[in-house]
């Protein structure tokens, strides 16, 4: 399984489809976006998933428990045999991973971050238009603080196919690697990133 989390509009959805079709075998994928269209509409605002005009996106306790038990879900297909691509975005940053990390357990995860500079998230928020104005500047650094990842790229530096091979020559090399936070692989289309 490969988990990528950024924040809204980094890029993920196309780097999703770019490793659908550059690693081996058929990999479905999920996100965030998946779990949001499953929701009942009386989950929408007060008490659920609330958007604020300013782009701050919370979650209320039943939408929660709906979308931890939908990680659940997406763990035990998975261990059915299923490989999955998830494009996911963590808005408590560590809290949201260690969530993920408890359905997944046991399993064999690719932790990837997308970074993606503020500037470039806007615009490609205003020209997507479909979001509320703020949502991907507010979380460009915000759903990184405290994620531990296998491996980053800089969605903003390269093209969504050459974020998806670097990710799937990571992968290609993930089998038997000691756990996160044994190392820290960054990189870009262009090489290593300085940190």
């Known amino acids: 399984m490969i988990v990528l989390n950024g924040g809204s509009s980094s890029g993920k959805s196309g780097i999703v489809r ?13 996100g965030v976006d ?6 009942p509409a009386s989950l929408r605002g ?3 998933l609330e958007i604020g005009a ?17 990680a659940r879900g997406v763990a035990a297909m998975v261990r059915a045999g299923a490989h999955v691509v998830l494009d996911e975005v ?8 260690k969530r993920w990390q408890q359905a997944l357990d046991g399993l064999d995860v690719l932790w990837v971050g997308v970074r993606c500079d503020p500037d470039t998230a806007a615009g490609r928020e205003t020209a997507r238009g479909d979001r509320v104005p703020g949502m991907a500047r507010g979380q460009a650094e915000s759903v990184h603080v405290g994620v531990r990842y296998d491996i980053e790229v800089d969605s903003a530096g390269a093209e969504s196919m050459a974020c998806a091979r670097l990710i799937a020559e990571r992968y290609a090399r993930h089998d038997g690697e000691p756990a ?10 262009e090489g290593r990133l300085p940190g």
């Open 180 to 189: 996160v936070g044994a190392r820290d692989h960054r990189h870009t289309a």
């Open 34 to 39: 998946s779990v949001d269209a499953a929701m």
């Open 90 to 97: 963590f808005l408590d940053g560590a809290d949201a991973q």
């Open 54 to 70: 300013d782009g701050t996106v919370t979650v209320g306790p039943d939408y929660r428990r709906l979308s931890d038990a939908w």
């Open 46 to 48: 007060e008490g659920g």
């Open 18 to 30: 770019c490793l659908q079709a550059v690693l081996p075998g058929a990999w479905l994928a999920f």
